[in-house]
C-alpha cells in the first residue's frame, strides 16, 4: 500500500510499532500516525458523523477536523490523524453501533433527514413532559463524541514565563523565534505538531505537541501540553498560527475521497500513501493547485484542474457508494474519480488575535477574513496575518443538478445549507443566534472548517454581505481541551498539626476542619467527655489562630478594634474579645492575653486565623498605628489540658508555681512543662479546670507524650463539641452567623459604649443590633436529638433555628443553642422543633446547664 | 479574571494572589445618622470606570495597598501604599 521509498517521507521502514485496532493487530512504521497506519492498512472510514452517522473518511490530516476522531486508551475523541503511533497501543472506533463499515445508527441518514432538522428535539420530544428522560438518553445515545473512560489520568498546572512567546511552529513562527533569540533569551515556541518534537532551534525553548488554546486578560495564554497545562504569561506574544484550507460547500462534499490539500501533502509527503487512483482538483487559489504534482508524483491521474480563479463553476455535486465518493458532477459533465481535491481558499487562524482584542474584517475580492489593529504586546507574523495570495471568494453554495445529497456546512455537527436556511427562515436573523441555534462552528473543529462557510452561507441567505455580518465572537478554547486539564491537580492543602500523628496512632477518627485535619474522637466520645468531668484529658487546640500584636501603641490599637476594654487589662491577665464590623456584626471571636506593657498575644478561631490577621493589617493600612502584627499560627502548637486533676498533673512537669494563687482562672504565665517553655493561659472552654499550653510546634509530640503519661485522656472535637454545650460556649460561624450582634447572642455585656470609638460601637449606639432574635440555650427532655439546622416553630410559624445540639450525659438530656424569637427568649419557654419530620418539644433555658456559677473553672 | 495587578512591593502578579475589600470608601467621622452608616456599611457606588479600591498581596509580602482600577477594563492605572495618619481614617 506504500508508495516506494521517497525523499522527505517521516517514516522509518526499518523500524516496525505494533498496535490494536479493535481485535486487529496493526503494524506501522515509527514516524506514522494512527491514522495514517490505519490508511496504510486500507482503511478509509475513520467516522461516523455527529448525527446522521454517514461514514466520514481523512480530510484535513492537520488534526482540525472531526472525521478521524477514535478512542486511544480510553480516551476519548483523540484525531488519530495526528496522535504518533505507540506500541501496545488499543485504538477503538466511536459514536458507532456496529462496526466504521456498517453502522446501524445510520438509519437516521437515509430515512431522518426530514424529520430531524435542526433542533428538532426541541419541538417535537416535547410532550408527555415526563418523558424528556427517556428522549434525552435516546439522543445521547444516538448522537454525540466518544464516551468518558474510566481511566484515572493526572493533570498538573505550571506557571511559566518567557520574553516572548511564538505560537506556532511553521516557517514564520520559526524565524520570528530565532530573531527574537537574536535579541536576549527567554524565546519559547509552542507548536501543536509533533513534527518539531527534538528540533534544535539555537536559543529557543521549543516545545511540541502543545497547543496555546486561548488568549486571557493580562496576556494569560494557556498551554495544551497533553496531561500538562502551561500557564504562559509573556512580555511580547508572537501569534504565527497559519491559516487553514477551507472546504467547499456542495452536495456531496462530506463522502469519503473529498479531502483538503493539506491531506495530499501529509498522506504522500510524509507517509508515502497515495490518496487515491483518479483524482480531481478544485482550488479557488493557488496553493491548492500546488498538490497536483505531489498527486502526479504518487502516481495519482489528474482527471482534471479546476482553478476557480479563472473558471467559476455553475454546479458541483459529488456523488459515492457507500460512502465513497465515485464521481463528480460539475457544470453538466460527470467526471469519474476516487479523489476530489477542493480547497475554498486559506482563512488566516486568526482566533488567538480576536481573543486578545484585534478586530477582524472582511476581505471580499479573496473571501477571508483578515485579522486588524492588534493590540499592544502582540504580534502576528506569516500566514495568520492575512498575507495568503491571491485568492477567489468561491460560491457559499453549488447546487447540484437534479437529486443530490446533502451539502455540509459543518462536518463537526452535521449541520447542512437546509438547517441554516430554516433557521433564517425561523428569525433567527442575527449570526450569534443562528450559531447558538444550529451548532454550527461549536464542534471539535471551534469553526476553523465552518465559519467562513457558514458566515458566506448566512450572508447570502438573508441578503446582506459577508463584511457586515462580520464574524462570531472569537472565544477561548480555540481547540478542544480535556477537562480534567482545566480542573488540574487538587492543590488545597491539608494542614496537620505537628501532633498529628499521635492522633492517627492513638486510633482517631479525623474530620476535615476548614483545611484542618482533626481529631473527631479517640472512638468513644462519651468516654472522653467524662474523663474531662471526673479526671483529666487533654485535646489539641494547634489550630487555633495566634496573633502577637507588639509595639508601643497595640493597647490603643487593640483598644480601637475590639468592642471590649484592653487599655486596662493588666499584664499577665486575659480576657475575653470580640472581634465585630462597622455594621455591628460578630466577625469572630477568641482569647486576648497580655504578655508585656506592648504586647499581646490573640487568639482567634481555628477558621478565623488568616482572615482576622488581613482584618488587623487592613485597620493598621488605614490608622497607621505604632504595631506589628505576626501570624504565629503555625509555628506554635498548643493543648488544652483539662479536668479536675489539671494542676496536679501540671504541677508534676513544671518547677514553677501552679497554684490557684499563683496562676488563676484568666491569668498567663509563662511556664516551662516537662523542659517545653510555654505560654500558660488558664482558660476554660470545656468548662473545667484548664491549661491551654502555647508552646514551639516541634516539642508537639514530646509534650503531648508527656501528658499522656501523666493520665491525661486525649479527647477530640466531638466531646469538646458536648463539653461547651453544656456551658452554653458559643462558637462563632457555628452558632453565629454573619448577621448575629453582640446582643443578639447574649453578649450584650461585652461592648463598652464609654470607650470614645470601636469598630461597630455606631451600630449598637444606632440600635443596629436590635434583637430580631436571640440566640438561647434550650433542653429537650424526651432525649430525641434535634438536627443542627432545624426549624423552630411558634404556633406552627417558623420562629428560629437549632444551630447546636448534643446528648449530654452529665445533664441527663440534650442540650442545644438555638435561635429564638425574642418573646421565646424566657427561661422555661416551651418551643417545637421541626427536625426529620418529627415535632420535638424542647425548653429554653438561658443560665449555662453545667456549673453555671463558674466555680469549677475557677477552683 | 487573569490580569496582572503590580503590587508596590513586589511588582507585577497575577490577580490569584491577592484578596480584595473592593472600594475605598469614606467611613464617618463621628456618630453618624442611621442612614448614613447604612449607607457606608451596605451601599457601593460600583462604577463602571476608574475606581480606587483596597488590595491585600495575600500570597505575597502580605501588605495592603490602595489601587486605581478601570472595572470595565482592568486596566490598573495607579497603586500605592497607604499613608496613614493615626488620627485620621
Known sequence: MRLPPRAGERIDRSRNISFRYGTEEVVAFAGDTIGSALYAGGRRVFSRSFKYHRPRGLLCCTGHCP????????????????????????????????????????????????????????????????????????????????????????????????????????RAGREAALAAAAEGPGVVLVDEGSHLAGAELPGVEVLARARAIGIYEGGLVPVDAGELLLRFRAQRVVIATGALEQPLVFPGNDLVGVLLPSAVRRLVQDWSLAPGRRAVVIAAESRGLDVVPILEDAGVEIARTIDLRERPLGTLAAEGHKGRLTRLALDGETIDCDLAVVSGGRQPAYSLLAQAGARVEYDPTRGIFVPRELPPGIEAVGAVTGEVGAAVEPAALYAGSGRTGKSFV?????????????????????????????????????????????????????????????????????????????????????????????????????????????????????????????????????????????????????????????????????????LTSDGGRILDDGTVARLGEGLFYVTTTSSGSDSVCEWFEWWNAIWGYDVEIVNVTGALAALNLAGPRAREALGRLTEGDVSNEAIGYLDAREL?????????????????????????????????????????????????????LEKQHVIVGQDTDSESSLLSAGMGWLPKLDKEE???????????????????GFTVRSGELPKEGAQVLVGGQPAGRVTSARYSERVGTVVGLAWVRPDRAQDGSELAIRSDGATIAAEVALAPFYDPEGERLRS | MTFLLPCPHCGPRDVYEFATTGEVLTRPKELPTLRELTDYVYFRRNVAGVQREWWYHRQGCGSWFLAERDTRTNEVLKVELPSPRASDR
Request: charged content about 25%; glycine content about 12%.
Open chain 1, 67 to 170: 472525521n478521524c476522531l477514535m478512542t486511544v486508551d480510553g480516551v476519548p475523541n483523540v484525531r488519530v490523524c495526528v496522535e504518533p503511533v505507540r506500541a501496545g497501543a488499543v485504538v477503538k472506533a466511536q459514536n458507532v453501533l456496529g462496526s466504521l463499515e456498517r453502522d446501524l445508527m445510520s438509519v437516521t441518514d437515509r430515512i431522518g433527514g426530514p424529520f430531524t432538522p435542526v433542533g428538532f428535539y426541541y419541538r417535537t420530544m416535547i410532550r408527555p413532559r415526563r418523558a424528556w428522560p427517556l428522549y434525552e438518553r435516546l439522543l445521547r445515545n444516538a448522537a454525540g463524541l466518544g464516551r468518558v473512560g474510566g481511566r484515572s489520568r493526572r493533570f498538573d498546572t505550571e506557571h511559566r514565563r518567557a520574553r516572548v512567546l511564538v505560537v506556532g511552529g511553521g
Open chain 1, 410 to 578: 459543518c462536518l463537526c455537527e452535521d449541520v447542512t445549507d437546509k438547517d441554516l436556511a430554516r433557521a433564517v427562515r425561523e428569525g433567527f436573523d442575527s449570526l450569534e443566534l443562528a450559531k447558538r441555534y444550529t451548532t454550527v462552528t461549536m464542534g471539535p473543529c471551534q469553526g476553523k472548517l465552518c465559519q467562513v462557510a457558514s458566515n458566506r452561507l448566512y450572508a447570502q441567505r438573508t441578503g446582506t454581505g459577508s463584511a457586515a455580518i462580520g464574524t462570531t465572537t472569537a472565544r477561548p478554547p480555540w481547540a478542544p481541551v480535556e477537562l480534567g486539564l482545566l480542573a488540574g491537580r487538587h492543590h488545597e492543602p491539608t494542614r496537620r498539626s505537628a501532633i498529628h500523628f499521635r492522633h492517627e496512632e492513638a486510633g482517631a477518627e479525623m474530620l476535615w476542619a476548614g483545611q484542618w485535619q482533626r481529631p473527631h474522637s479517640y472512638g468513644d466520645a462519651a468516654g472522653e467527655v467524662r474523663a474531662v468531668h471526673e479526671s483529666l484529658g487533654v485535646i489539641d487546640v494547634s489550630t487555633l489562630g495566634k496573633l502577637l500584636v507588639e509595639g508601643p501603641d497595640a493597647a490603643r490599637f487593640l483598644e480601637r478594634l475590639y468592642p471590649n476594654r484592653f487599655a486596662d487589662l493588666r499584664v499577665g491577665r486575659i480576657r475575653y474579645g470580640v
Open chain 1, 672 to 724: 516551662r512543662v516537662a523542659g517545653v517553655p510555654c505560654l500558660a493561659l488558664r482558660i476554660g472552654f470545656v468548662g473545667e479546670l484548664g491549661y491551654e499550653l502555647h508552646f514551639a510546634s516541634p516539642a508537639g509530640e514530646h509534650l503531648w507524650d508527656r501528658l499522656v503519661a501523666e493520665g491525661a485522656r486525649p479527647f477530640g472535637l466531638e466531646p469538646q463539641r458536648v463539653l461547651r
Open chain 1, 758 to 776: 470601636f469598630v461597630g460601637k455606631w451600630a449598637v449606639e444606632l440600635g443596629q443590633d436590635r434583637v430580631r432574635e436571640r440566640l438561647v
